[in-house]
């Protein structure tokens, strides 16, 4: 489990539970908005137009992390530790959600999930992968040219860093500031319906896969007391489009490339765009 303080002061409790009311209402409203906005600026402009948006993302990604681990930072009594950014230690057994996991099962773990996503490309490669199934939701989002492809790789990384640092570290240690007593299932099932509802724009089913994929990342953070192996799940999955067939191999690196379709769903800037 984290190491989170028992009794933290007034002013930090009142400053990370506005700071994590704002994140869990601006989301999805903000979320639906850039969604709309995004799909048509790319319907007329392409490509360009879909890298602009990359680099928003990202931006606004890093503008949220850097608020909060600066918060965490300032204020008496917490630090980066108790957001879960801190060095895993694999010289004990972890254990949390009732689950022992020896430090070597935790590495390899880690390497089995390396292992299978080479695998994964090397399919891809031989032609033996097919598209998912949910591609069409997530296709307006998936670069048209080797530049977006760098685009994406980049907004992966920072949804897989920055999320983690605010759906995990910061509302973990909110809720269990509030509610020390809190079953841990019952942490892992809120912070999944939050992390779900931040992807209100994707509709039903993107809201269960999201949920489905937050509580997976809680529990890991959970069972291991450290962010870095959620961090590096998360990155993966974002990444994994990159796998796609379609995408393997972009035909050009013309910026004016492949415009999407004004009807398409698609998945906003910040969020798992995969996976979640």
């Known amino acids: 489990m984290p190491r989170l303080p028992s009794d933290l002061p007034p002013v930090t409790i009142v400053v990370l539970v506005v700071l994590a009311v704002a994140l869990v ?5 903000v979320g639906r908005a850039q969604y709309r906005h995004f799909l048509a600026e790319v319907a007329d402009r392409g490509e360009p137009a879909r890298l602009r948006h990359y680099a928003r993302w990202i ?11 600066g918060a965490v930072v300032v204020l008496p009594e917490v630090g980066l530790a108790e957001l879960g950014l ?8 972890l254990t ?23 695998l994964l490309a090397v399919a891809v490669r031989r032609g033996r992968s097919q598209d998912p199934p949910n591609l069409e939701a997530v296709r307006p989002m998936l670069p048209t040219t080797r530049r977006g492809r760098w685009g994406w790789a980049g907004v992966s990384v920072t949804a897989g860093i920055t999320e983690e640092i605010l759906y995990r570290g910061l509302l973990v240690l909110v809720v269990t500031a509030l509610a020390p007593d809190l079953p841990p299932g019952l942490l892992v099932l809120g912070l999944a319906v939050l992390f779900g509802l931040a992807h209100w724009y994707q509709g039903r089913a993107g809201m269960l896969s999201t949920g489905l994929a937050g509580a997976l990342l809680t529990g890991l953070y959970l069972v291991t007391g450290s962010l870095l ?13 990159l796998l796609i067939p379609s995408v393997v191999a972009p035909p050009t690196d013309d910026p004016e490339a492949v415009p999407a379709s004004p009807g398409s769903r698609s998945v ?6 995969v996976s979640t």
Do not use: K, Y
């Open 25 to 29: 209402l601006s989301e999805p409203v």
């Open 59 to 69: 931006a606004q990604g890093w503008a949220w992390a850097v608020l909060v681990t």
């Open 86 to 93: 801190r060095r895993q230690d694999l010289n004990r057994p």
């Open 96 to 118: 949390g959600l009732g689950i022992t996991l020896s430090p070597s099962m935790l590495s390899g773990f880690a390497i089995g999930l390396v292992l299978g996503v080479v």
């Open 229 to 241: 192996l959620p961090i590096l799940v998360h990155c993966l999955i974002d990444l994994r489009a």
């Open 268 to 273: 906003v800037p910040g969020h798992d765009p």
